[in-house]
């Protein structure tokens, strides 16, 4: 099987103009500390996200939400509610809007404000998404923004050679199991190095997986679920259709020919991974937990108009949900 090369990339994908780097990067302006007076300087950080500038929106909006009275939710009537000041957003896709206490929310509040303040006070704001993908939520971040320069410099993985530095090792002999693959055959699973779920979704997960009948890569890490394994009669259902391995080299496995999809967490599809399944041209199917993953699922299916939400059966109002883009 043929991989497709991870070099070749849309010519709307580009840095800053030299020139504007070199402004915006001299060392009189950028610091990679906070925010301190050293030497008679005053010198600013910079901050780098590799998240999505809509999530970051939701974080800007905080405020005035909570002030208009969308959060916190005070009954489960309101999830649905569209919020008219952030479309396309509805108040379950809220940062905060999963908060179980007054407590939990005045965290989160504390805690939005304290990221905002941060980028304000910043020499500059880097995302890894692009125009191309988030051109009005941009727009809208440099006017909320305005006096911090913000570039949108991604996608990363595009623009540089695959990291080597991972602190999990990379099992590379999935991509010979991939070379012995049919074309666009294979689901590829993983849900990122910091995510985590219970045994019982896990063995919900794994059955899935056997049940559908499709060829599969799962990077299943350990840790994700605490003291759980895949199920007893996994490998037997599942056979050798399918491939077990703890971590893999990502980049490599979304721009090989036989991976037809991805499924992930939703961090990876918010912050690299949607930039990734869209730039190698593959569809992908996000599972959330979070707020950050709901404003995500938000942006895919009704922003992007990328993709489809679904609920989970016994998710419930605030249990799981996917969102299929493609």
Known sequence: ???????????????????????????????????????GWACRRWCPRTGSAACFRNFVANFVLCHKGYLPVRAESQLDAPVRELPPYRVRDLMGAN???RHQHELMCKLLSRAVEAVRSSAG???????????????????????????????????????????LQQDRSCLDWLDAQAPASVLYISFG????????????????????????????RRGLARDAAVPD???????????????SPQEEVLAHGAVSGFW???????????VRGRADALPAMLRRRDGQREARGARVSRGHRAGRRRALAGSGGGGHSTVDAG
């Open 1 to 39: 099987m043929r991989r497709r090369s991870v070099s070749a990339w849309p010519p709307y994908w580009r840095l800053p103009a030299p020139e504007t780097r070199s402004r915006a990067l001299s060392p009189t302006r950028t610091c990679w500390s906070s925010c301190a007076w050293r030497g």
């Open 99 to 101: 908060s179980s206490s």
């Open 125 to 167: 704001f880097v995302f890894n998404p692009f125009d191309a993908l988030e051109a009005d939520d941009l727009a809208a971040t440099r006017r909320d923004l305005a006096g911090v320069p913000v570039f949108a410099v991604g996608p990363l993985h595009k623009l540089s050679p695959a990291s080597s530095s991972s602190l």
């Open 193 to 220: 190095s910091l995510a985590s779920m219970s045994g019982a979704a896990l063995a919900k997960v794994a059955w899935g997986v056997a049940n559908s009948g499709r060829p599969f890569l799962w990077a299943l």
């Open 233 to 247: 009669g996994f490998a037997a259902a599942t056979g050798d259709r399918g491939l077990v391995v703890g971590w």
């Open 264 to 274: 992930t967490q939703g961090v990876e599809l918010g912050a690299g991974g949607r």
